[in-house]
């Protein structure tokens, strides 16, 4: 159970980072039609859960990406695109990866259950007849 819980987890941390990084990749794909003109990109930055604030952004190749960790790496816009999309590609294949073997755990956990309800009905019929025997020999 500790696994499949483990593993639940990880999927579920997954999903939500690849959405993350999808919308980070429309941003800097944004961007990157943004560096050539001169005038400020207008947005609103997320700072706390539903509370937003109005900024305008000059046209830079320069982003900031957090890694984790409390660590935030400044890139030129390529670079940044580049990195995305290999986490974004990295992601999604791990979550496949991972759906699978959940996949495979539930079914070991039903094959598991299964197996343990026939030994139960088994060891009944065996002290059923048992009892059957030892009633039929007092007669």
Known sequence: CQTLCNQTVDAVTLKNQIPQITQTLEILRHMQKKK????????????????????????????????GANVMLEYNIDEAQALLEKNLSTASRNLETLEEDLDYLRDQGTTTEVNMARVYNWDVKRRSKENLLKSAAKS
Do not use: G
């Open 36 to 67: 050539e003109t001169t005038e400020p990109m207008e947005t609103h930055f997320l700072l706390a859960d539903n509370v937003y604030c109005k900024a305008s952004v000059p046209p830079t190749d320069k982003v900031c990406l957090w890694l």
